[in-house]
């Protein structure tokens, strides 16, 4: 790994538009705690005695949170009630508790990628701006100059506000076999043509071996599809606004997707979200896995995983037209109907410190978004993932690019396009699917950009 250090630390002043950070090798909570009972001029002790809700998406993130809650309350005084639900229902409720006027939550995990327009316009969250500026509620080493300018960016409305701190980014990546790919004498591809002719090479359906997995599930499938089509240096809303999903680049990248999933993966794939990817993968019949970085943890661990120690972590293939890693990202934000927005705050600066992004690397649970995680050799080199892992991330960082489009309604545009590509699977035509799904979609799309 001394090579792939070195390359890090001469990156560490360009890699991803970032700026300059301090090391954060990590450390015990205990030793949290005392440094931080030791800034005399912060009071963390100012909210002891209230109660926090805390909403989150279920994820190796949300899990690490949880995990290391405790310090929190040890450190402020604050109780915390913290609840992980799978993403749709997450989001579902979050959008009714808001429409609503009142929230059962204070803090509230956001997806960028769906919710981030939908919350600016409702104004749901709270502007964490004067928070941040505020020396009383941001801990003095709480540096957020250290965040990616690319994290800040993706937390940052249009309007400037910022509703959310950055918690983590995630590139998709392919995880393969290391096994399979040396039994059929094959290498890990560069390419979608080399992905496809790996996927055949595996495949062994009546040995129980399958090409490759990627999420069939409507919805929750949409962005294989969009991510597919960054590979043609398009996305599905171009910088006009308008759909391009009847493009030729748009029919071949569902062609592409019909055909890893319809030929080459497991049977009941249109059920997959990605923990039933990830079980299948973990048992050692699939190639590949198509999905977001963060879900190493559990391939790497022998009690549970037939693959640990044989996992290839492989930056995403290149395109006819382009080579990019579609990105993924989410943020910590305070309730606008929150009574409590002051000491919700204080929890959303603890759970993207320095430490807990640390965390975040070294478990294996995602990408952080602070440049002293990532850039750090010392963290890097007390890694316990392979040093392709690490490798991988900060390439896929790299040539990342929003994996869907920045609308409003980008929950209705993948659940449309997601039946739609459910059905490809099942054998309808790519073209005529998405035509049809394009009729649906587009009065939603100019609907919400009219409201």
Known sequence: MRNFRRSILTSRRTALGMGAGTAATLIGAPYVIRR?????????KRFEGEHLEVFLSKNPRSALLQEHEAEFVELTGISV?????????HRQKQVIEFTSGSTSFDVTMTAYHVQKRLFAKGGWLEDLRPFLEDP??????????????????????ADGRMDTVPFNIDPWIVYWNQDLFAEAGI???DTYEGMLEAAKAIHAP???IYGVVSRGLKNANTPVWTGLMLGWDMEAVDAEGMLTTTSPEAIAAAELYKTLNAD???EGVVGFNWNECQTSFMQGTVGMWIDGLGFAKPLEDAATSKVAGKVGYGVFPSGPTARHSPLFGSGLGVSAFSPRKEAAFLYCAWATNKVNQVRMLQSGA??????????DPEVLASLAFPEQWAETLVESARIARPGLPVIIPVSEFRDIYGVALTNMISGADPAEELASATEQFRPVLEKSERA
Do not use: M
């Open 264 to 266: 080459y993966a497991p």
């Open 81 to 89: 009630g913290s609840e992980q639900v799978p993403e749709q229902q």
């Open 206 to 208: 009546d040995k129980g």
């Open 136 to 157: 009383e509620l941001t801990p003095p080493d709480y540096d957020f100059a250290d965040f990616s300018e690319g994290s800040v960016a993706y937390a940052t409305q």
């Open 36 to 44: 931080a009972r030791a800034q005399s001029d912060f009071d963390w």
């Open 187 to 189: 290498e890990y591809p």
């Open 366 to 375: 995602g990408a952080p978004c602070r440049n002293s995680a990532i850039f």
